[in-house]
């Protein structure tokens, strides 16, 4: 069996910081931590890499290719409740892997202005998503709702998704790098924005969400208590 070949040493940067801005956050992360943990010279770090600004910018790129593929894919067919289970899902799995990009949303944009542009077209492209799965389940006589209420609700499911992880560090602080943390994460907020459209769900749509949440939240890690 042919070997694999060694990752480059960019990769593995990317791939030591993007855990260390998870466990730790990127401002409490400098150049020389990342550089002492891969055993390398501060010299060869900034050959890949010319400050902590452009590892971030790498990893946000990551991020947006990973949002796209998803949010791109949402875009199509006539959703179902499952579909919007299934996509809130994913997404808060992708805002895992990245999560300190959520939980130190408002220190990265206010220093990173390119950040700032790119995260915004993130959040109109989320809405977007959620828009389209809304307008999609009234089409298909699911959801009862105005197009002002389908409005409000979409922006609403943005709100959630994106400032959710900061509830859930707050909640469980000293709990949030365990591995349990991530399952209890994505079905905690997978059920809290799907149940946004609950009240406007109708028939047998509000009877699978009620099934589905049942199911979903039994592997809830209601163990960890707020600290």
Same mark, same amino acid.
């Given at each position: 069996?042919?070997?694999?070949?060694?990752?480059?040493?960019?990769?593995?940067?990317?791939?030591?910081?993007?855990?260390?801005?998870?466990?730790?956050?990127?401002?409490h992360?400098?150049?020389t931590?990342?550089?002492e943990?891969?055993?390398?010279?501060?010299?060869?770090?900034?050959? +890949?890499?010319?400050?902590?600004d452009e590892?971030?910018?790498?990893?946000?790129? +990551?991020?947006?290719?990973e949002? =796209?593929?998803?949010? =791109?894919?949402t875009?199509?067919?006539?959703? @179902? %409740?499952? =579909?919007?289970?299934?996509?809130?899902?994913?997404?808060?799995?992708?805002?895992?892997? +990245?999560?300190?990009?959520?939980?130190?949303?408002?220190d990265?944009l206010?220093?990173?202005?390119k950040?700032?542009v790119?995260?915004?077209?993130?959040?109109?492209?989320?809405?977007?998503?959620?828009?389209?799965?809304?307008?999609?389940?009234?089409?298909?006589?699911t959801?009862?709702?105005?197009?002002?209420?389908?409005?409000?609700?979409? @922006?609403?499911? %943005?709100?959630?998704? @994106?400032w959710?992880?900061?509830?859930?560090?707050?909640?469980?602080?000293? +709990?949030?790098?365990?591995?349990?943390?991530q399952?209890?994460?994505v079905a905690?907020g997978?059920y809290? %924005?799907?149940?946004?459209t609950?009240?406007?769900l109708?028939g047998?749509?509000?009877?699978?969400?009620?099934?589905?949440?049942?199911?979903?939240?039994?592997? =809830?890690?209601?163990?960890?208590?707020p600290?």
């Amino acid at each position: 069996m042919p070997r694999k070949p060694p990752r480059r040493t960019r990769e593995r940067i990317l791939e030591l910081s993007l855990t260390l801005f998870n466990q730790f956050g990127e401002p409490h992360v400098t150049t020389t931590t990342i550089a002492e943990e891969m055993r390398i010279s501060p010299g060869n770090l900034y050959y +890949h890499f010319r400050n902590k600004d452009e590892i971030t910018g790498s990893l946000f790129e +990551h991020f947006e290719r990973e949002m =796209d593929r998803l949010l =791109d894919a949402t875009a199509r067919g006539t959703p @179902t %409740v499952e =579909d919007g289970w299934l996509f809130l899902h994913l997404l808060f799995e992708v805002i895992w892997r +990245h999560r300190f990009l959520y939980r130190d949303l408002a220190d990265l944009l206010s220093r990173n202005r390119k950040l700032e542009v790119r995260f915004k077209a993130i959040l109109q492209r989320k809405t977007q998503a959620s828009l389209a799965l809304c307008q999609g389940l009234a089409r298909a006589g699911t959801l009862s709702a105005t197009p002002r209420e389908v409005e409000a609700l979409a @922006t609403n499911m %943005v709100v959630v998704t @994106t400032w959710w992880l900061s509830h859930e560090y707050v909640r469980n602080a000293r +709990h949030f790098s365990e591995p349990a943390a991530q399952a209890a994460m994505v079905a905690r907020g997978a059920y809290q %924005v799907l149940a946004l459209t609950a009240p406007y769900l109708t028939g047998q749509a509000r009877e699978l969400f009620e099934r589905l949440a049942s199911q979903y939240l039994q592997p =809830d890690a209601s163990h960890l208590q707020p600290d």
